[in-house]
């Protein structure tokens, strides 16, 4: 009897050590999660180039998926206002493509617009939702104060420097089984913007929601580009000590253009932020904080 009774409570306390873990376990995974979603933080990096004079300091801003920080995301625009930025970037998925309209998107641009210029590029949740015809996006966008660029671009100045600011979504490459830039294998109008966009002496810099878009084939070698600003792959959506994001996007597992910035033979940088939002994945974000990028291009 004094055998089983020693048994038992050896029981009990190895039961009640297992739940305890159990619990503290989810409530790191829950603290983890939460603070992925609403603890916003800033990154910076600096970009030089010889076709800048003077400092040109940009805040690059993507996916939002419609998410919210405090009443009218009054905590983003404070950030963003704090740092004094002469662009502001929203470089697609800003809303969700289910959404039911534009409001979170409209109400932040109006917020910001007076701050900095703001230009927007689409990603694939706003060209989901256009398709569905829910309402007039660009036109939303446009109205609250936005330039919306798409496979477009402006010649504009800021701080005495001379820039081509141009947006896309596509593929900067043709899906045809090489990934190839030939004029032939391209879709035309595609075609036709890259070739007139990196003819020009000024500073070349694109929004281009999917770093995919530029760094597969023979994109990168081919697009005689400054700076590609990206997002779309939240850095990798469950970010793992030491290993990094985990998916992202056409690159797969353990993806390795998903943050930070990166560089190419003719595309000389890539900036990509993991984003403030994260839609309808499978996985939550997960030791992941929603970022806003500040770039600070500089002289070479």
């Known amino acids: 009897m004094r055998h089983l009774a020693k048994g ?6 190895i039961t009640g050590i297992v739940i305890a873990a159990v619990i503290a376990i989810a409530v790191f995974i829950k603290y983890e999660i939460d603070i992925s979603y609403n603890s916003l933080e800033t990154e910076e990096y600096t970009v030089t180039s010889d076709r800048i004079g003077s400092d040109v300091k940009i805040v690059l801003i993507s996916d939002l998926h419609d998410h919210t920080f405090g009443e009218k995301n009054k905590e983003l625009v404070q950030m963003l206002k704090d740092q ?49 015809k829910t309402s007039n996006l660009i036109s939303e966008l446009q109205d609250a ?21 141009g947006g896309m979504y596509d593929y ?19 075609y036709r913007f890259l070739t007139d966009f990196q003819d020009t002496d000024s500073y070349r810099l ?30 990798g959506q469950v970010i793992l000590p030491f290993l990094g994001g985990i998916y992202g996007g056409d690159q797969g597992w353990f993806p390795k ?44």
Do not use: C
């Open 257 to 300: 253009y998903v943050d930070g910035v990166h560089h190419f033979k003719k595309v000389k940088n890539m900036v990509i932020t993991r984003g403030l939002g994260s839609g309808e994945e499978k996985l939550p974000r997960f030791n992941n904080k929603p970022e806003v990028v500040i770039i600070h291009l500089e002289k070479e």
């Open 145 to 165: 104060g936005a330039i919306v660029l798409d496979e477009s671009y402006r010649d504009i100045v800021v701080n005495g420097n001379s820039i081509r600011l």
């Open 172 to 190: 900067a490459f043709a899906l045809d089984g090489n990934n190839t830039t030939t004029k032939e294998s391209m879709r035309p109008s595609l």
């Open 84 to 132: 004094k930025p002469d662009l502001i970037l929203m470089a697609g998925d800003m809303i969700n493509d289910v959404s039911e309209d534009s409001h979170v998107a409209v109400e932040l641009i109006e917020q910001v617009k007076d701050i900095a210029p703001v230009y927007y590029s689409l990603g694939n949740q706003e060209e989901d939702y256009i398709a569905k």
């Open 206 to 235: 694109m929004m281009a929601h999917r770093p995919d878009s530029f760094i597969f084939g023979d994109a990168a070698k081919t697009w005689d580009i400054d700076l590609v600003v990206s997002g779309h792959n939240h850095g």
């Open 8 to 13: 038992r409570k050896k029981f009990l306390m």
